[in-house]
């Protein structure tokens, strides 16, 4: 645990360099900073010139490691719900199509004409003749 004083109502955190030794002081507010950035922050000099940084604790590197497992294994988990929905519509669209044809040959079988829903006794006959552009599409 480090020390804090007040002077001029500003408040200093006591520390002790691990170079040299010399005890000194640092405002609190730089001293927060340090420590939440650790090693990725700016380091500072200690009176003696002894350049010093933050090292984060094992604690802490082990919940960052905590959290970023936490953030991949959601990433993940969002990416393979949108892989479902996206086979689950695209087995709903194919169910879909596979209606639309199968109904449409049980028309034709029934002698219904596609295009203008008359009923006809030759209906190969009547779609040469009365519609000669009409192609069926090609459903896989």
Not at 22 to 36: C, F, K, Q, T
Request: positive net charge; proline residues 4%; hydrophobic residues 35%.
């Amino acid at each position: 645990m480090t020390d804090v004083f007040i002077h001029n109502r500003k408040r200093f955190v006591m520390m002790t360099c691990g170079g040299c030794g010399v005890d000194h002081a640092m405002p609190e507010v730089l001293y927060d900073r340090h420590v939440a950035l650790g090693k990725d922050g700016p380091g500072w000099t200690c009176p003696n010139k002894c350049s010093r940084i933050f090292r984060a604790s094992e604690a802490d590197e082990l919940r960052r490691e905590r959290d970023r497992l936490k953030q991949d294994a959601a990433r993940l988990e969002d990416n393979a719900k949108r892989e479902r929905e996206l086979r689950e519509a695209a087995e709903r669209s194919a169910s879909a199509r596979k209606g639309v044809i199968t109904r449409l040959k049980n028309r034709a079988a029934a002698g219904v004409c596609p295009c203008c829903n008359r009923s006809f006794q030759n209906l190969r006959n009547h779609m040469s003749a009365k519609h000669p552009g009409f192609v069926a599409e090609e459903v896989a």
